[in-house]
């Protein structure tokens, strides 16, 4: 599937193993393509529930990007992170550590160099069989889901991550 359907059944999944109950309601999605990680889907997706009776006290996006944008749609509401809601993003692009966005990292180098591996072994033997491989993410906390009682704005990258 898609990285968007992987990282949807990750969450229900996470939610499951939790003992908790998986509740559609509560997953907002504006954007139908399944590559679209778009800070405007984040925005869009936030913008849809703050309007409803009950907020969520936490959001978990299933980008950085879209993490931004959900960011930005809620300082438009005058709202704190984390006091107000949580946030946590999926990717640790290079921004969040200045924002202080919690996240999933992706073993990125890992994945290219696995990548290439394959690459040059498929060239060498076309008749072996495709092969997946899933990596584990790894969970960065900083501020934005109640880490840290400081301000984004008083983090710098060098005082706030947390890796978990």
């Known amino acids: 599937p898609p990285p968007a359907i992987q990282r949807r059944q990750g969450y229900e999944k996470a939610l499951k193993e939790a003992g908790l109950k998986v509740e559609s309601s509560l997953v907002v999605g504006i954007d139908k393509r399944p590559h679209a990680f778009v800070e405007e889907a984040g925005y869009a997706s936030m913008k ?38 949580a946030l946590v993003g999926f ?29 040059i072994t498929r060239r060498e033997h076309p008749e072996r069989p495709v092969s997946q491989t899933v990596f584990a993410p790894q969970l960065i906390v900083r501020a934005s889901c109640g880490k840290a009682s400081m301000t984004a704005s008083h983090l710098t990258p060098a005082n706030q991550d947390s890796v978990t």
Request: proline content about 4%; aromatic content about 6%; hydrophobic content about 45%.
């Open 48 to 85: 849809i529930l703050l309007k409803r009776k009950h907020r969520p006290t936490a959001v978990f996006a299933a980008s950085d990007a879209q993490a931004l944008g959900a960011m930005r749609a809620l300082q438009e509401e005058g709202l704190q992170i984390p006091e107000d809601m």
């Open 91 to 119: 990717d640790d692009i290079d921004v969040c550590s200045y924002v202080g966005l919690t996240t999933l990292r992706q073993p990125v180098y890992d994945m290219g160099r696995l990548a290439i591996e394959k690459f």
